[in-house]
C-alpha cells in the first residue's frame, strides 16, 4: 500500500478552516484514502473516505486532485473540541467479508486554541 | 454503526505474567482486527482475526505472544502473554463493515496496559 506523509501539527483558531494535506505518491489504483480523527485515550473514530474528486458529509470535506497523489481533509470553523490527531491512510478497494486492515501513519497532531 | 465494549479498560500487571483482553461488539461482524498504541505513537496492527479460523498475523507478532480466539461474530480475545514492560500499550480491537466502504472501521475504546 501507498506510503502516506503528513505534517506532524498544525495549530489554528477556533472559527477557522483548516486544511490538512497529504501525500501519497505511490497510490494504486483501486485505493481509496481515509481519514480517521482520534481523541487521547479513545480509539480512532472514521471522518471520511474517498476514491477522486469531492466527497462532502457533516463533519468535513475531503479534496483529491485528479492525479491522487495527495489529498486534503478540510475541517470548516474549528472548535476546540477538533483538538486531535488526525490519519490519513490510503486503504485497497472494497473486499469481500466486511474489512480491510488499516496502516496507519504518524497522524498530524491539530491544536485549535481560543 | 457498530458499538465495541473492550474489558478491562486498563490494568497494571506484573512482568511474566498474561493477561487477556476481551473485544465484544453489539452486532455480528466477519472480520476483527487487533492493534497496539504505544505511547505517544501511531497505531499497528496486529493480527486479523477471522472467525471461525486462525488469526493471521501481521510482521513482528507471533500466535504464542498474542494468542487471539475469535469464538462468534461478536466476540474475540487477544492475550498478551509472558508480559514485559515494552508490553506496556493500549490495545484496541475494532471491526469491519460487511459491504461498507473498505475503510470505514469502528474501534473499541482501548485496552490501557501497564507492565511493571
Known amino acids: 500500500l501507498a506510503k502516506t506523509t503528513q505534517p506532524i501539527s498544525m495549530d489554528s483558531y477556533e472559527g477557522q478552516e483548516v486544511n490538512i494535506t497529504c501525500s501519497h505518491n505511490n497510490i494504486a489504483t483501486n485505493d481509496y484514502i481515509t481519514w480517521y480523527q482520534q481523541f487521547p485515550s479513545q480509539g480512532p473514530r472514521f471522518i471520511i473516505q474517498g476514491y477522486k474528486t469531492k466527497v462532502t458529509n457533516e463533519v468535513a470535506s475531503l479534496f483529491i486532485p485528479a492525479d491522487r497523489k495527495s489529498s486534503t481533509l478540510s475541517l470548516p470553523r474549528v472548535s476546540l473540541s477538533d483538538t486531535a490527531v488526525y490519519y490519513c491512510?490510503?486503504?485497497?478497494?472494497?473486499?469481500?467479508?466486511?474489512?480491510?486492515?488499516?496502516?496507519f501513519g504518524t497522524g498530524t497532531q491539530l491544536k485549535v486554541e481560543l | 454503526s457498530a458499538v465495541i465494549s473492550q474489558k478491562p479498560s486498563r490494568d497494571i500487571c506484573q512482568r511474566g505474567t498474561s493477561l487477556t483482553i476481551q473485544c465484544q461488539v453489539d452486532s455480528q461482524v466477519t472480520m476483527m482486527f487487533w492493534y497496539r498504541q504505544q505511547p505517544g505513537q501511531s497505531l499497528t496492527l496486529i493480527a486479523t482475526a477471522n472467525q471461525g479460523s486462525e488469526a493471521t498475523y501481521e510482521s513482528g507478532f507471533v500466535i504464542d505472544k498474542f494468542p487471539i480466539s475469535r469464538p462468534n461474530l461478536t466476540f474475540s480475545t487477544l492475550t498478551v502473554s509472558n508480559m514485559s514492560p515494552e508490553d506496556s500499550s493500549i490495545y484496541l480491537c475494532s471491526v469491519g463493515v460487511a459491504g461498507g466502504i473498505s475503510g470505514e472501521q469502528y474501534f473499541g475504546p482501548g485496552t490501557r496496559l501497564t507492565v511493571t
Open positions: 491512510l490510503v486503504v485497497r478497494g472494497r473486499l469481500t467479508g466486511g474489512g480491510n486492515k488499516l496502516t
